[in-house]
Nanobody
């Protein structure tokens, strides 16, 4: 059974940085695509960044040049990171970990990121 454990959200001032983590375990075939989505202010959930098993990355236009997605693999766990720099108030949202594994999609519970002075 796939398990996702997210951490790293919080409150920071504009211009600050945060690092989100998502530890994924429990997949027989490993994790193909891993990604971060976010949902703020009642809006729809949107892709922030994704990374393939081979390391290919994609970013939303709004975060290019500010966020860096990465992942590493140890034993039976893949951990995905999102380094968020130069944060803006519009980055405020619940950020969700997403993975594709064993032919199914899995979501984390979400971690709140709030950018405010």
């Amino acid at each position: 059974q796939v398990q996702l454990v997210e951490s790293g959200g919080g409150l920071v001032q504009p211009g600050g940085s945060l690092r989100l983590s998502c530890a994924a375990s429990g997949s027989i075939g490993g994790f193909n695509v891993m990604a971060w989505y976010r949902q703020g202010g009642g809006n729809q959930r949107n892709l922030v960044a994704s990374i393939s098993r081979g390391g290919t990355t994609t970013y939303a236009e709004s975060v290019k040049g500010r966020f860096i997605i990465s992942r590493d693999h140890t034993e039976n766990t893949d951990t995905m990171y999102l380094q968020m720099n130069s944060l803006k108030p519009e980055d405020t949202a619940v950020h969700y970990c997403f993975v594709k594994a064993d032919g199914r999609s899995h979501w984390g519970l979400g971690t709140q990121v709030t950018i405010s002075s």
